[in-house]
């Protein structure tokens, strides 16, 4: 069975900072591209950053890029998201994703909230 399990999320001040986990099993996950997503209320989800299998290629939203660092463990199959300096725009639910071919699985999202 295919999971992705998000944590780390939480309240964080502005200028603060927090490290979201995905834990993935039942699939191979060294061969997958993972990627965060996040959507904000109101809002379409938007890709935040993605990694492809074995690092050598990632990506950012502009709108992150300085801030937030993607990583992954292959042999523990776990991506994180390092988000440093955020700001109240930067709330939103956070999605792990991981896609590979016609595979493409979701998490569960976990909430962030940058607030005073």
């Known amino acids: 069975q295919v999971q992705l399990v998000e944590s780390g999320g939480g309240l964080v001040q502005p200028g603060g900072s927090l490290r979201l986990s995905c834990a993935a099993s039942?699939?191979?996950?060294?061969?997958?591209?993972m990627s965060w997503y996040r959507q904000a209320p109101g809002l379409e989800r938007e890709l935040v950053a993605s990694?492809?299998?074995?690092?050598?290629?990632?990506n950012y939203a502009d709108s992150v890029k300085g801030r937030f660092t993607i990583s992954r463990d292959n042999a523990k199959s776990l991506v994180y998201l390092q988000m440093n300096s955020l700001k109240s725009e930067d709330t939103a639910v956070y999605y792990c994703?991981?896609?590979?071919?016609?595979?493409?699985?979701w998490g569960q999202g976990t909430q962030v909230t940058v607030s005073s």
């Open positions: 990694i492809s299998r074995f690092g050598g290629r990632i």
């Open positions: 994703n991981a896609q590979y071919s016609r595979n493409d699985y």
């Open positions: 039942g699939f191979t996950f060294s061969i997958y591209t």
